[in-house]
C-alpha cells in the first residue's frame, strides 16, 4: 500500500491511518485542555504518533491520536463555545 506523506499541511499518521495535522507540545496540550505532562506521558506510553524535528529536536504529535485519546475534551470543547450573537441593528437617532 502506498501512503503520501505530505499532503498540504497534513502528514500521514500510521497510527490513525489517515493524513492529520501535527501539533507542537503546547498547542496539543491546549486542545485537549491538559498539562504539557500529560502530552509526553502519552508519548511514552506509545499512543500517539510522534516525530522529532531535526535541527531543534522538538516533538510534533498527531492531532487524530491525541483526539482519540482524548474524545471527552472535544464534546466539552464544542459545548463551551460561545454560540454568536445576531447583530442587533442600529437605530436611528431623530
Not at 11 to 28: G, Q, V
Not at 64 to 74: M, T
Amino acid at each position: 500500500m502506498d501512503h503520501t506523506i505530505f499532503t498540504g499541511q497534513k502528514i500521514w499518521c500510521p497510527l490513525c491511518k489517515d493524513h492529520a495535522s501535527f501539533l507542537r507540545i503546547p498547542n496539543a496540550a491546549k486542545l485537549i485542555e491538559a498539562d504539557r505532562r500529560t502530552i509526553y506521558r502519552h508519548i511514552e506510553d506509545g499512543s500517539i504518533h510522534v516525530f522529532r524535528v531535526g535541527g531543534t529536536g522538538n516533538y510534533r504529535v498527531c492531532s487524530g491520536c491525541l483526539l482519540a485519546q482524548h474524545p471527552d475534551s472535544v464534546q466539552m470543547t464544542l459545548q463551551t463555545k460561545p454560540k454568536p450573537q445576531a447583530q442587533r441593528p442600529k437605530s436611528k437617532i431623530l
